[in-house]
């Protein structure tokens, strides 16, 4: 038994060994594998035994009902002193995430669209499809005749608010073409639409054409449009037309980033303007390497989109906008 403690004396100061409680059984004892809900892991627990659902930020948590390692979460036991028994699920402190200018903290939940509700964890963005109510369709009695004003064609209580399942999401990789080099079938997302509408941006995409075919985020420059203070005096519009696709400065000039210069001129295309609603994106393009010399500092390379077409549309997305390709049915 351990001695009495003395008035005024902290427990701790006694010597006094506090028995944590044992979670973990051997052999393992596991029940059927749980259905998780969207946005929760499902994931092996702290015993290395059994498939569980992770415990999320708010939730007590222990050695064998782990939380949430794909969120950045971990189990704070700060608050079950001197026992360190039971804790609750935490976000580790890390950067936040950047959408569309706007700045979330890390673990914040938000909805930047309608049909997405995302997590930012480690300066990373996760999004799941938000369901929405549909009415659903019901085996109702067709009515013979003419319909009169204020006639239901169900009766009371047939109609059905069901969670509807009818978005469709782009794809993560690309289908077609599969191109197989050495071993590896390459895949790839498309390209991010160019950070900037006027001057040098950045786009991005994931692919494995690589020497390791691992997924890797790949960036590359974007020169869309040259920034001028009245474009439409520098793109002449053909009578009879609304839209000039593509045009190009007058001479060549060298490409300044980050306050560097290309050793070559380049008198590149770019995507042009319309006298209506409609913007001009890039419909073809070729991939280029482009050497920079820095003042005092040496060399670099970049990628970079080399426009050979564009196309005039209706739909114009923002800058960056993530869920611009996303539809619905």
């Known amino acids: 038994h351990s001695p009495p403690v003395k008035p005024g004396e902290k427990p701790s100061e006694t010597g006094e060994v506090h ?12 029940p059927p594998v749980p259905s998780c809900i969207p946005g929760v892991s499902l994931v092996k627990d702290g015993c290395g035994c059994c ?5 999320q930020s708010g939730e007590t948590c222990n050695e064998a009902d782990i939380c949430d390692p794909h969120k950045g979460l971990y189990c704070d036991y700060s608050e079950d002193e001197p026992r360190y028994e039971t804790g609750v699920c935490a976000y580790l402190v890390a950067v936040g995430c950047e959408i569309n200018g706007v700045y979330y903290l890390n673990g914040q939940t938000f909805q930047p669209n309608p049909l997405y509700k995302c997590l930012c964890v480690s300066g990373a963005i996760g999004c799941t499809p938000v369901f929405t109510p549909k009415l659903a369709a019901s085996p109702c009695t067709r009515v013979t005749g ?6 239901s064609v169900c009766g009371r209580g047939q109609h059905k608010q069901l969670p509807s399942t009818n978005y469709r999401l782009m794809s993560a990789y690309r289908s077609l073409p599969l191109v197989l080099k050495k071993k590896c079938l390459i895949q790839a997302t498309p390209w991010t ?59 060549a000039e060298k490409l300044v980033f980050s306050g560097c210069s290309t050793t070559q001129s380049y008198k590149l295309t770019f995507c042009g303007v319309c006298l209506d609603k409609r ?6 393009s070729k991939m280029i390497t482009v050497q920079f010399e820095c003042p005092n500092e040496g060399f670099f390379k970049w990628k970079m989109m080399w426009i050979t077409s564009c196309v005039c549309q209706r739909i114009c997305s923002a800058p960056g906008d993530i869920f611009s390709e996303l539809k619905v049915l």
């Open 19 to 30: 028995q944590r409680k044992e979670v973990c059984r051997w052999p393992c004892r596991c």
């Open 51 to 55: 498939k569980v659902c992770a415990k």
């Open 146 to 151: 003419r319909k009169q004003p204020g006639q």
């Open 193 to 251: 639409p160019c950070s900037r509408t006027c001057g040098i941006g950045i786009s991005s995409r994931v692919t494995n054409e690589n020497r390791k075919c691992e997924m890797k985020k790949e960036k590359r420059l974007c020169f869309i449009q040259p920034c001028v203070t009245n474009i439409m005096k520098t793109i002449k519009i053909p009578k009879g037309k609304t839209c000039q696709p593509t045009f190009q400065l007058p001479t």
């Open 279 to 284: 913007c001009c994106i890039p419909n073809k």
